[in-house]
């Protein structure tokens, strides 16, 4: 199984996913509007096996 990458810059813009982050998200990289780190939850969530929804901030921060 490939490992989902996504790509940003200083301004928090994605630039890049690969194919397997397409999978994730739902969208081609090609045919993808700009989307920022805020809202990449807006495309997927983070559960837990039992549906538990996870956090994909850094615990105690605003950030990825």
């Known amino acids: ?8 810059d200083s ?3 994605l ?3 690969n194919e397997p982050a ?5 969208l081609r990289f ?7 780190l805020e809202e990449i939850p807006d495309y997927f969530s ?7 929804p996870l956090s ?3 615990p105690g ?3 990825p």
């Open 11 to 13: 301004k928090e813009r």
């Open 22 to 26: 397409e999978v994730i998200l739902g």
């Open 1 to 8: 199984m490939a490992m989902p990458v996504w790509i940003a």
């Open 30 to 36: 090609d045919e993808a509007p700009e989307i920022t």
């Open 46 to 52: 983070l559960t837990t096996e039992d549906g538990t």
């Open 56 to 58: 994909w901030l850094a």
């Open 15 to 17: 630039l890049y996913f």
């Open 61 to 63: 921060t605003n950030t």
